[in-house]
Structure formats: structure tokens, C-alpha cells
């Protein structure tokens, strides 16, 4: 006779705890065969994505591409066209070539409001000076100076390509671009070798290697003319004018980046994980462009009810300042040329246009998720944490109700209201969400673009993807967590 299996009933404490507590899951548990494998196909165009563009420039026009092929018009050709912009219209604003808003029109008025998803697209990088080259010791070396938050001292040894452009004496732009094929030279910030360093051990971190000596090794060849000064600085400047047509003032109004050199790659032998540099906070522009396009690939025969909006921003990593951050009026600009060129502007349908009226109805009835990345709780670094209120690799789209640092100044803290809207939104569409406070009370913080958004009185939350070792030359983040975020941003866009 076969044995029989008791089912343990399930005490009253336990199906109470059930009932009112929250316990968040690893999505990967939770995940099929069939999930799995379209999670490793978007990671897979998500590493594409990062390897083809580590930089601002170089993402908005892969991005700008892609519109184009999808059928969106720029918006300045839009204005120019006595045409109407009516429902399922797809248009997109080019903002310098380093930022980017884009958008599916709507059913619905746009002075009742738009969806928006909105990321950033640059990251933390070293820059050359407006006078860079220099020649020490028989070494030419670039200048530089670091942008945004960066741990100096982990960037020293890394191999670094240039990304950027230059103008040339006829004015024309010239794009750098090397260190990144296979047959590239690549760069880097030297460092003392243990044997010398007894001296540099003793001091902080964060006094170990300053700013100034982050320069970066471009060559050691010298020019062949016994009487020529500087001969190693000259040999490097003939190559550059003889590859990109440019003098050494012509650096003056260039734009290069050293960023890391290395390709996105798998991490662990579960290919779980994706290391790379730049997935702060390019992960989750990523997942925004692809929801947004998702919603336009539908818009032929499934016009979406209100407009949709993808907004990437610049500059973010420093403030948000400039005329490519979040703070110039670039969004503000975009809507009123939607609203100066849509068909059905003012509540009601009418047709009529009332300005700056509609303009400002527009802002305060849109919604916003602020797409951005979250620090992960790392293991080997627990005390700054607060587990029951940190995000976790692999459990889904980390919420943050508020950001800012030490007593939450300077980030942006959305309302009750709308934070149970979207979680209502992520649970009615079986999202994963999980918490996402960046750090204990008093041991950091940060902000985003949020802020800026919420000053024009657009509601709007944080929400993004967990990053390991943020801001480093090499990030990680779970690729489980980047479908999640792309599902979450696809269900707001669509029910909010």
C-alpha cells in the first residue's frame, strides 16, 4: 500500500502573516522557460544598445535612427508642415544632439494631461580639457577633468576608448570614435606599483589620486627631427591632424570622453547579470525607448487614450544644468509645439488652442515615472543599507517614493496618491515592485530628474532598475530586472 503524505495545515499566525505582510520574491523564481528566453533576448538588445552608444550624442542618434524607422517626424519639420497632428501621430524634439523627447499622440486632449517616462543618458566619464595635450618625460598625455561622481581611484588602469567630436580648421565635425574595435589602440590613467606606494597607502581613499593626476597616456613615440621641441606631443598631434584634419587649438571647442573601453558582458555562470559601463542610467532609458516604441508599434490600429511621452535627458550626473539638462524648458517647449500643432488641444475636443493655458493644464495633469537607477543591496558593504527598505538584484522595479539625502534635501518626494495609483497599476498588470530607498538615514542619498518635472507640477515617482558598484568603470545589474522595468514602464504608459 502506498504511503500517504501529510499536508501540514497551515496555522492561523501563518495564513494572517500571509495575508497582511509583504514578502518580496526573486522574479527569477517566479519565471518560465518561455520568460526566460525573452529576457535573455531583450538583455541581448540592451547590450547592443550600451556597446553602440556610450555617450550622450552617440545614444540620441542611435535613438533618433530607430524613430525614423518607426515612422516618427522631427518636430521641427512637424512645425513647419501645414499639416495637423492628430491622433497616433508620432513626432520627436532633437535637442543638440545630446537629449531627446518623443511622443505618441493621444486620444484624449493633451490639455488633459500626458503618460511620460523620462531617463537620462549620460554617465559618469573623464573628459579632456579645452587644452589637453602635453608632453612629460617623453610621454604625451591628455588633460583631463572628471564628470559627475566618480571614485577616482578606480579608474586608473582601465583601458579607455575616446568617444566625442572636433571641429577641423574648414569647420567641419569630425567624430572620434576609438578604442572600441578590436584593432584599436585603447588608453589609460597609469598607477603606482605596489613596490613604490608605502606612502600613497597611508592616505584616504579619496586622497589617494586627485582630480589633476587623472591624465591619461597617449603615446610615447617621438617626432623624428633632432631639432623640434616636444618632439613625443608633436608626433601625436601630426597623427591627429593627418587622421582627423586638427591642430591643437582646435581642441578648444571639442567634445571628447574617455569612457571604459570594455564590451557589455554576462556575469556569473548563470548569465543572470549584466556588467558594463554606463548602465547608470542608460538601463533604464533603454527600457523607457522600448516602451514607448512598443506603444507605437500598436498605434496603427491601437491609438493609445492619452499622449505618450519619452523624455532623455543631458547633463543629469552634474545637476541637471544646461540646455540639454532637465532643468532648461526643452519639455515645456516640446508640449506647447504639440499643443500648437494637435487637432484636439483644449478639453472638449474643440479643436481651439488657448496657449499658455493649455500649456500649463498640459503639465499639471501629466504623470510621470522618473526612470532611474537605484543602488542593490550589496552584501559586502551591508552597513550602509537598510535591508527592509533597500532594492535587491533580481526582485523587480525598485519604487522610490523619495530620494534626496540627509533629511531628503534636494530630491523630489512624491505623494501618497499617486504612489498607490501606480503600485495599483503594477499590480493590476502582475509587475514585480519592490522598495528602493537609496542607503540609511545619514549615510548618502542622491537625486534625479524628478525634481525638476515636479516643479511644473507634473506628478511624478522614482522608479528604476538595482545597480551594483554604481558609478564604477563596470557596473552590474540583473537582466531579469530590466524586463521587469520595461513591463512596469509599458503598464503605466498605458493605464496611468
Not at 549584466?274 to 525607448?289: L, P, Q, T
Not at 510621470?368 to 559586502?380: E, H, K, Q, W, Y
Not at 507640477?457 to 568603470?473: K, W, Y
Request: include cysteine; charge should be negative.
Amino acid at each position: 500500500m502506498p504511503a500517504t503524505t501529510t499536508i501540514e495545515e497551515k496555522t492561523e499566525g501563518q495564513k494572517l502573516g500571509e495575508r497582511l505582510g509583504f514578502k518580496i520574491k526573486n522574479t527569477w523564481e517566479t519565471a518560465t522557460e518561455a520568460d526566460m528566453a525573452v529576457v535573455e533576448a531583450f538583455a541581448g538588445r540592451y547590450k547592443a544598445f550600451l556597446n553602440a552608444g556610450k555617450t550622450e550624442r552617440e545614444l540620441t542618434a542611435q535613438t533618433i535612427e530607430r524613430l525614423r524607422e518607426a515612422g516618427f517626424v522631427d518636430i521641427e519639420d512637424a512645425l513647419r508642415s501645414k499639416d495637423v497632428l492628430g491622433p497616433g501621430a508620432k513626432v520627436y524634439q532633437n535637442i543638440h544632439g545630446k537629449a531627446l523627447n518623443f511622443a505618441v499622440l493621444g486620444k484624449r486632449p493633451l490639455a488633459e494631461g500626458t503618460a511620460i517616462v523620462g531617463a537620462h543618458l549620460d554617465s559618469p566619464r573623464i573628459d579632456l580639457k579645452t587644452n589637453p595635450v602635453y608632453e612629460d618625460a617623453e610621454f604625451a598625455l591628455f588633460d583631463t577633468h572628471y564628470y559627475g561622481g566618480i571614485k577616482k581611484w578606480q579608474w586608473p588602469t582601465v583601458p579607455l576608448a575616446l568617444h566625442g567630436v572636433i571641429f577641423g580648421k574648414d569647420g567641419v565635425k569630425k567624430t572620434i570614435r576609438v578604442g572600441e574595435d578590436e584593432d584599436d589602440p585603447v588608453f589609460v590613467i597609469t598607477d603606482l606599483l605596489p613596490h613604490l606606494s608605502h606612502d600613497y597607502d597611508d592616505k584616504k581613499m579619496t586622497e589617494y589620486i586627485t582630480g589633476e593626476e587623472l591624465d591619461i597616456l597617449a603615446g610615447s613615440r617621438p617626432f623624428k627631427d633632432e631639432k623640434a621641441e616636444n618632439k613625443v606631443k608633436l608626433n601625436l598631434l601630426n597623427i591627429l591632424n593627418e587622421q582627423y584634419g586638427v591642430t591643437e587649438a582646435d581642441f578648444a571647442s571639442a567634445e571628447i570622453e574617455a569612457v571604459p573601453a570594455q564590451k557589455a558582458r554576462d556575469v556569473g555562470f548563470d548569465r543572470s547579470m549584466i556588467g558594463a559601463y554606463g548602465h547608470d542610467d542608460k538601463c533604464c532609458a533603454f527600457a523607457s525607448i522600448e516602451a514607448v516604441l512598443a506603444i507605437a508599434e500598436r498605434a496603427e490600429s491601437n491609438v493609445p487614450d492619452k499622449t505618450v511621452v519619452c523624455v532623455l535627458t543631458d547633463k543629469e550626473e552634474i545637476g541637471s544644468m544646461g540646455n540639454t539638462g532637465a532643468e532648461a524648458r526643452n519639455f515645456e517647449d516640446f508640449i506647447a509645439f504639440l499643443l500648437a500643432k494637435s487637432a484636439n488641444t483644449s478639453v472638449g475636443g474643440n479643436g481651439s488652442y488657448c496657449g499658455d493655458i493649455d500649456l500649463r493644464r498640459a503639465l499639471t495633469h501629466s504623470a510621470m515615472l522618473s526612470s532611474d537607477v537605484n543602488a542593490a543591496f550589496d552584501p559586502n558593504f551591508a552597513s550602509v543599507f537598510d535591508k527592509k527598505t533597500c532594492s535587491y538584484l533580481g526582485k523587480g522595479l525598485a519604487i522610490s517614493k523619495y530620494t534626496g539625502s540627509r533629511g531628503k534635501y534636494g530630491g523630489s518626494d512624491a505623494n501618497a496618491e499617486f504612489l498607490h495609483r501606480v503600485l495599483g497599476i503594477l499590480d493590476k498588470n502582475g509587475v514585480r515592485w519592490q522598495f528602493g530607498n537609496l542607503g540609511k538615514v545619514d549615510k548618502g542619498g542622491g537625486g534625479t530628474i524628478a525634481l525638476h518635472f515636479a516643479r511644473l507640477g507634473v506628478e511624478v515617482l522614482d522608479c528604476g532598475i538595482p545597480v551594483l558598484s554604481m558609478h564604477s568603470p563596470f557596473e552590474v545589474i540583473s537582466k531579469i530586472d530590466l524586463w521587469t522595468a520595461y513591463q512596469g514602464y509599458l503598464a503605466f504608459l498605458q493605464d496611468v
